[in-house]
């Protein structure tokens, strides 16, 4: 009798351990399929692939250009970097008038001086430097060539980046805009006026756009 009894309270037991072990089957929480995903080990071949895929660069904005305050103007008491200035004398034949010069007796000649005030701006890395102009006005006789620095009358002149503006500028706009790019690291401003004419140049750059990689 006491051994029947053992025996149901063993078997009893042994039912209630499968119990629960169903039961804890049944509560657990399945494996996704992208968490098997993660913790299958990589193949052989996949490891070679993984290895000549190149590192990619941490996410950084490229730099088209930055903005930088400057003054730059004719009037050189409102400029942040001075100009060179070189008086020339040119000399035009008219071939319309057929009155003498009274001064040296030679038929149509024409002397006229003329200015040529130049600002250089660099910035070590550059890639371009745009300008913009405050206000631009140039009178009769004048005009503005901006160009990369290279010497127009030197050997290397090839690709040289030069284009000039008279009157009220770009557009006719006659202020606050933008210059054509100019590439590369260095920008020239060359104002060459008459000699009569060169203090009623106005034009003052107010900013820089330098653009880096």
């Not at 990589?42 to 660069?57: A, F, Y």
């Not at 008491?77 to 001064?103: A, G, H, R, V």
Request: hydrophobic share 30%.
């Amino acid at each position: 009798m006491k051994t029947k009894v053992k025996t149901i309270l063993l078997l009893f037991l042994f039912l209630q351990l499968i119990s629960l072990q169903q039961l804890a089957i049944a509560n657990a929480e399945p494996i996704k399929t992208d968490d098997r995903q993660k913790i299958q080990p990589l193949s052989s071949s996949e490891e070679t692939i993984m290895e000549s895929v190149p590192q990619q660069r941490p996410n950084k904005p490229l730099q088209v250009g930055t903005e930088y305050p400057i003054r730059i103007s004719n009037d050189e008491t409102k400029s942040d970097i001075q100009p060179t200035i070189e008086d020339i004398l040119t000399n035009n034949n008219d071939n319309d008038n057929d009155n003498e010069n009274e001064n040296d007796g030679n038929k149509n000649k024409i002397d006229t001086a003329k200015v040529i005030k130049t600002y250089t701006f660099s910035s070590v890395g550059a890639t371009y430097i745009s300008i913009h102009f405050q206000t631009f006005n140039l009178p009769d006789g004048c005009y503005l060539e901006i160009s990369d620095g290279r010497n127009n009358g030197s050997d290397n002149v090839n690709g040289r980046q030069s284009y000039i503006m008279q009157g009220l500028g770009r557009h006719s706009l006659g202020g606050n805009f933008w210059a054509r790019n100019i590439s590369g690291d260095t920008v020239q401003l060359s104002l060459t006026c008459d000699k009569n004419v060169i203090e009623k140049a106005i034009y003052e750059v107010d900013k820089l756009a330098i653009g880096k990689l």
